[in-house]
């Protein structure tokens, strides 16, 4: 982009995915929660489907043909590939393999963040857990979500420290809510405290621009350690198949 303008080639990927919605005649919703401060949540749905300007069109019940496609059957790795942002993930995951560090570990710092780049960002420890929970080691999803308060608080025996980053966002005098540290105490107790801090410690805000990392230097940990549901992630009834669902089609209406 050049001077706040969009390139010529975002505009022709806009202009592609708008035609592509006319052709189908198809509404995408964007739910409350995507416009959620941009917009009084109060006014309800933005798209009504019997405005007359509607009208021979039909609400997006299914994906989003602005998006990539997904195969019917997803896996872990096509969601890495066709709707994350995932350097910070695969970033992450590489220091945690070259300090040598266990390939479940490993792991646990590959799907940290999913819910950041994935969902949604608020509370991202907590629905990332909830997320992987039905396909992992149960120590993987306690550690994922036990990094969303130990971010907040040092440990100088294995060198972690209060991010620098934390004070520029947040401002020096930023206090976490009380709900973080009292999972941080209870955290700081528990068994698999470690693993947590593991993710901490390897979670890395300076990207490295000359290394390219990707996923598929991590199928094998995946392979081993991630339960690939047969059905495809979204497809299999488990507790976290919705989130995955929604995910890989954000704009249906219902
Ligand atoms: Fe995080
Ligand atoms: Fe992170």
Redesign the pocket.
Known sequence: MVNGEKSLSVLADELEARMALELENLIPVKSALFLSGERDPRLGPLVKSRDPNNRGKKMLMGPDPRLPRMPDKPTLVDFFRLRFAPT?LLQ?ARIARLNGLEDKIVLACLL??IAVTGLIQGDHGYWGAQLIEPYVDKEITWAVRAHQSLRFYADPDVGYEYPQVYIQNFGADYKPDPHIQRDYERARKHKWYMTARMITCN?IYSFDPTVNVSIDDFIDIIEKHFRQPEEGLGFDDSSSAHMWRTINMPTRML
Do not use: E, I, T
Request: aromatic content about 0%; cysteine-free.
């Open positions: 910070h992450s940290h963040d979670d």
